[in-house]
């Protein structure tokens, strides 16, 4: 994360100020990234941002220019794994890149300091980048008995972020805990868990959900405001429209056995080892917003769909108890009337394609029948 030095405090987790002075295009190239890296990374985020390819060379101009940004990730109520999500992350050398794009000056999962010496390198940096810096807060914040059920540093999560995130530039809610609390905001909701937006008042902040997050989702936020100096557009639920602004059930690969009736009636049938769709499985992607299908995880390999697996509707509000049972379907399909029912639509559109081949048919068969006549007649 940049070079790294020891205050005479003993310890205080700061980077070299000339680095800080860098360009984001000169850091990466002082870390001995290519031209061509640096340019497919730029591709990879104009793509993520959902903008034409025609912009990458615009993304890659802002970012040769463009001072790295100061971050603060606050670990609250979580698995850390969005933490590891962003460490494993394969865009190309993303590893090394995000952590070059951004002066990470508090981190407690990846930073070397640790208890007063970690607290202190905080208080630093909050205090010296006021309204500068770009707070991310992965997990919920507990909210009951005055946010007794979660603390770092002496501090209550709640009382932690209320003092990072009201300094910050802008806060990014990063996985479905921070975003809407997450499993923790699950009935019966013992810590009183909730988002960050439900916590922290008067701030800007996108919700990131997802569980976890897609890095590139997040790499891509920061890129945009990076070089359009603003936040991308957001839905109502505080989520960027690049990634979020699709059903999952509109760009999934499976879709077309939907809309053929074809479904998964029970696993590893052979409707599942031939990719039928997961709806009858409880599969959530009708209700569900994200660009899973487009982004994908592990190098963009694969996702839960593509795997076997039904997508749980984790990037939306109250996912635990609004889309479960896990293994269920919904009862209806959005988009299609309140009364449609896979079942109908599979049965409907079965019959309109059988009836549209035995058109195809009887014209092919007219003009079989017709083409020897002409035939005959221009003999």
């Not at 793509?47 to 040769?64: E, G, H, I, T």
């Not at 019966?188 to 800007?204: E, Q, Y």
């Not at 997802?210 to 839905?235: E, M, R, S």
Request: a neutral charge; hydrophobic letters at 35%; one cysteine or more.
């Amino acid at each position: 994360m940049g070079k790294q030095k020891i205050d005479e405090a003993g310890g205080c987790f700061e980077q070299d100020v000339k680095e800080r002075d860098c360009s984001i295009g000169e850091m990466l190239k002082k870390r001995g990234v290519s031209r061509r890296d640096f340019l497919k990374f730029c591709s990879a985020m104009t793509a993520a941002m959902a903008l034409p390819a025609s912009f990458a060379p615009k993304v890659a101009q802002a970012l040769d220019e463009v001072k790295r940004p100061t971050l603060v990730w606050l670990e609250m109520q979580s698995c850390t794994g969005d933490s590891e999500a962003l460490l494993r992350s394969a865009n190309p050398t993303v590893a090394e890149i995000i952590l070059d794009i951004l002066s990470v000056d508090y981190h407690e999962t990846i930073m070397a300091a640790a208890g007063h010496q970690a607290e202190e390198a905080l208080d630093k940096t909050i205090a010296a980048y006021k309204g500068k810096y770009i707070c991310v807060v992965e997990g919920s914040i507990s909210m009951k008995d005055g946010g007794v059920y979660g603390s770092t540093g002496g501090k209550s999560h709640l009382d932690r972020a209320r003092q990072v995130c009201g300094g910050a530039l802008a806060t990014i809610a990063v996985g479905t805990c921070a975003s809407y609390g997450g499993i923790g905001a699950a009935v019966p909701n013992p810590t009183g868990a909730v988002g960050v937006r439900d916590a922290v008042s008067g701030v800007t902040v996108i919700n990131l959900p997802g569980c976890p997050v897609n890095a590139d989702n997040l790499t891509a936020t920061i890129v945009h405001y990076l070089v359009f100096g603003k936040i991308p557009a957001l839905d109502s639920h505080g989520r960027p429209l690049f990634a979020y602004g699709k059903r999952i059930h509109d760009n999934c690969e499976r879709r077309p056995h939907f809309d053929a009736g074809q479904y998964v009636e029970k696993w590893g049938d052979e409707g599942h080892r031939k990719g039928f769709c997961l709806y009858k499985m409880g599969c959530k992607g009708p209700a569900t917003f994200h660009n899973c299908p487009s982004q994908r995880y592990n190098e963009k390999t694969s996702w839960p769909v593509a795997a076997g697996h039904p997508c749980a509707g984790c990037s939306e509000p109250q996912f635990w108890d609004a889309m479960g049972p896990m293994y269920k379907r919904l009862p209806n399909v959005p988009g299609f009337g309140i009364e449609q029912t896979a079942d109908k639509i599979g049965l409907g559109m079965a019959v309109g394609v059988g009836a549209a081949f035995a058109v195809h048919g009887a014209i092919s068969a007219l003009r079989k029948d017709k083409e020897p006549a002409e035939e005959t007649k221009e003999g």
